[in-house]
């Protein structure tokens, strides 16, 4: 059978995890140029999609250097998303993700993201929507675990329940629901996954700020690979240190030169991606990438109000 583009990546697999309002095109190249192996768009609504809503079509835009890119779903209602599928297959992504595990209000507080995890047949439903609308791989992005009444759900109850599915890959965030981003990791939840799933990576994710984090994960709980989501925040640069830290026990800082550059070239990827606006949505990474420098408070008053490329290289000045 002919391999996927997940059976195809070389391990340890690499991934920008999906961050709204983070992970846009401009920052997926920025990811990939600094040696993630595979890039996750920001979550993106079915429903959006179904009902053709230009503002979630505008989200479906990516450069070819940014492959491979996964597109990643949330919704509730299983019907929509087979139209969404089919719409994201169409737009030339590598593969589907489908979100089970967000906690953010205007998500879960609809009957979606990780609250779905309490309802396996829903999300057996919503999956077997995706593969009715697509050839793409199809990969989830779980929680470890979310209460249901006075029960857990957890990952590896959602793993068993679908495994009759053809699913491709799986991101495990290490944290429940009721401690979304703040809990220690769940290292033996994320092992039992991986244990549990035979058919493609399993990925491990949360709380990955340095590659001796990454190294921990890769131990602890034997995945496949890495989701890097808040320590790139500033840092996309992570990835090719882990990659060598992980090879060779080794990694060096970035020099003032390359991160100017990297700058620079996030700026352009920007600007060419969302034209003007792009830059107002650059400037919190601006503000990210000179975090804990000398000046950069000061900085960061100029940089939260960049509006041309000019802009930025005049207050980069100032630091380089
Ligand atoms: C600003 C922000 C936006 C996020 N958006 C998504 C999303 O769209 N889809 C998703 O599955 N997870 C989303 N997440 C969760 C991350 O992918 C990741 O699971 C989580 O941040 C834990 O990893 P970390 O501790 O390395 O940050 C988001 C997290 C943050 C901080």
Redesign the pocket.
């Given at each position: 059978m002919k391999k996927n583009f997940w059976q195809k990546l070389k391990k340890p697999i690499l991934a920008l995890?999906?961050?709204?309002?983070?992970t846009d095109s401009a920052f997926r190249r920025v990811c990939r140029e600094s040696g993630a192996d595979v890039v996750y768009t920001?979550?993106v609504s079915a429903d959006g999609l179904y009902h053709d809503s230009k503002k979630t079509l505008e989200l479906l835009d990516f450069d070819k250097a940014e492959q491979p890119v996964v597109v990643?779903l949330?919704g509730k209602t299983p019907e929509k998303f087979t139209k969404a599928a089919k719409i994201c297959e169409e737009a030339g992504f590598a593969g589907i993700d489908i979100?089970f595990?967000?906690p953010a209000k205007k998500v879960a507080g609809h009957g979606g993201g990780v609250t779905l995890m309490r309802d396996l047949t829903k999300c057996q439903e919503i999956i077997g929507a995706v593969l009715a609308g697509t050839k793409l791989p199809v990969s989830v992005?779980l929680r470890t675990s979310i209460k249901k009444g006075d029960k857990i759900v957890t990952a590896i109850d959602f793993i068993r329940f679908m495994k009759d599915l053809p699913i491709s890959a799986v991101m495990v965030?290490g944290?429940p629901y009721e401690d979304p981003?703040n809990a220690e990791i769940d290292y033996a939840m994320i092992a039992k996954v991986k244990k549990e799933f035979k058919a493609g990576p399993v990925l491990g994710?949360?709380?990955?700020?340095t590659p001796e984090d990454g190294k921990k994960m890769m131990k602890e709980a034997g995945v496949d690979g890495l989701?890097?989501?808040?320590?790139l925040y500033g840092k996309p640069w992570l990835f090719g240190q882990m990659k060598k830290y992980l090879k060779t026990g080794k990694y060096e800082s970035i020099s003032d030169k390359e991160l100017k550059k990297l700058i620079l070239n996030h700026a352009k990827w920007a600007l060419k991606s969302k034209g003007d606006y792009g830059l107002v949505e650059l400037r919190k990474h601006l503000c990210w990438y000179v975090a804990g420098r000398a000046g950069a408070t000061q900085l960061r008053a100029k940089l939260v109000r960049v509006e041309t490329l000019g802009d930025i290289k005049l207050a980069l000045k100032e630091l380089f």
């Open positions: 995890a999906p961050m709204a309002g983070v920001e979550m990643q949330f979100n595990g967000c992005k965030h944290r981003f994710n949360g709380g990955i700020k989701g890097l989501a808040r320590g």
